[in-house]
């Protein structure tokens, strides 16, 4: 136990008297363990971030969306989903818990003088579970009901921004909503909620802050299916029932066999593909994949910086044997064996390497205090670019993958002895009388 004492002793002493280069040799390693633990942690918060916002979609949800006709194509008429659609699939699918038909309209809202625009809903009062709505803390606040939708009431239920806008000192229960010159009354507000990311081409983003939502039922009676759309030389009416179909399967295990039989349900009465099928679980299955080969890719790059270190690990102790070459003659006169030459300088390699293991870990878990703070300095220096980026950039934080930690570590130390052993053997293959001579 003294011997090794003695080993790592001299080892220290050693490095110390060279602090440049043995500063700069532990900054190699520093750097492959902090970036080790850093990629990992930003992989980890990106794929988490994304597999939220797909697991908010419900993992039990299977979401039919229409798909407009491209315009050159496409001369007006009836497109897309119909209630029709909506009838076979509940009627035809048993495996189906609900079946939530959407219908969207951009519209103006008005309340006295206050305006804004916004998305207007038609759905059924499921829609607050399949989208993981919220009721704002307010005394008296409801969702749409069942009544509602059978009775066709003139009710809406406001975002928590469109009641803040309209109705800045709150009161909103029982007053009204004048959308397309009708009357609606207030009888709820829903909390404020993220938004959505787009995902393929059939699923677009989507923004809750600006909706309001009204019985389906209404929005036929009072609105139609029938769009005008006016564009400079051109007149059109669209004629569209349905925006949204959202399925929930009653068992997680029967979603993707669901899926197939409610793809080939509504393929069968169009023929155009004017519609698209989303499948969140089939989604989240592949962003877990991804994950696992994302992260892999990250510790690649790491693990290649920790190389690059461990090179910087091996020059400098060849520079040292060769520095120090008389020291070894010195030392194998007076009795040491190879062996305990080959543990000094193997010794002094793994010092290097686990100091700077321990340095790059104390870095690596100061990842995301750091990232936060970089990211709101970036926000105040360029705000406009900074707004440009992606949500999910914006707003991801890193996560600390628990396992990289040990891991970094054991590979500074494990990189620390190979690239120690050569330059070790080397140092104790002299000929102590030939290092003897050395000047």
């Known amino acids: 136990m003294n011997h090794w004492g003695r080993t790592l002793g001299m080892s220290i002493k050693s490095l110390l008297m060279h602090p440049m280069r043995s500063g700069l040799t532990v900054l190699g390693i520093l750097i492959g363990v902090s970036s080790v633990i850093w990629l990992l942690a930003i992989g980890e918060g990106i794929s988490a971030k994304s597999q939220e916002q797909i697991a908010g979609l419900g993992a039990q949800n299977i979401i039919v969306r229409t798909i407009k006709p491209s315009s050159d194509d496409f001369e007006g008429g009836l497109y897309g989903l119909t ?32 305006r804004m625009e916004g998305r207007l809903v038609g759905c059924t009062p499921e829609y607050m579970e399949v989208v993981r709505l919220r009721l704002a803390d307010r005394r008296g606040n409801r969702f749409l009901t069942d009544l509602d939708i059978d009775e066709e009431r003139n009710y809406c239920v406001l975002a928590y921004e469109v009641a803040r806008k309209l109705f800045p000192m709150g009161g909103e229960f029982g007053k009204s909503v004048m959308i397309d010159d009708e009357f609606y009354e207030v009888v709820g507000v829903v909390a404020a909620r993220d938004p959505t990311a787009g ?4 699923l677009a983003a989507e923004d809750f802050s600006g909706d309001v939502y009204v019985p389906i039922t209404t929005l036929w009676r009072r609105n139609g299916d029938m769009e005008i759309i006016t564009k400079p030389g051109q007149f059109q009416q669209e004629i569209k029932e349905i925006d949204q179909i959202t399925a929930k399967v009653a068992n997680k295990t029967d979603v993707l066999k669901t899926a197939g039989v409610l793809r080939q349900t509504v393929e069968a009465y169009h023929p155009d593909r004017d519609f698209g ?3 969140p679980l089939e989604l989240l299955q592949q962003a877990r994949t991804t994950q696992l080969m994302f992260i892999l890719f990250l510790g690649l790059i790491a693990a290649i910086s920790l190389v690059v270190g461990g090179i910087g690990i091996m020059n400098i102790m060849l520079a040292t044997v060769t520095e120090r070459t008389r020291e070894i003659g010195i030392r194998r006169a007076v009795g040491a064996k190879k062996a ?5 300088f ?3 390699s793994v010092v290097l390497s686990v100091v700077g293991g321990l340095l790059g870990i104390l870095i690596g878990l100061a990842c995301r205090p750091l990232l936060i703070a970089l990211r709101a300095f970036m926000f105040w220096q360029f705000p406009d670019q900074m707004e440009a980026l992606p949500d999910l950039i914006r707003s991801v934080e890193p996560i600390l993958v628990g396992w990289s930690i040990p891991l970094a570590f054991l590979i500074s130390a494990v990189v620390g002895v190979l690239f120690g052993v050569y330059p070790a053997t080397k140092a104790a293959a002299l000929d102590p009388i030939v290092a003897l001579r050395h000047e």
Do not use: A, K, M
């Open 340 to 344: 305990d030459i080959v543990q000094q």
């Open 277 to 279: 099928v989303t499948v």
């Open 83 to 114: 209630r029709d659609d909506y009838r076979r699939i509940s009627e035809t699918i048993p495996t189906l818990e609900s079946v939530l038909p959407i219908r969207e309209l951009r519209r103006e809202f008005r309340h006295g003088s206050r």
């Open 346 to 348: 193997l010794t002094e």
């Open 199 to 202: 995902i393929g081409g059939s």
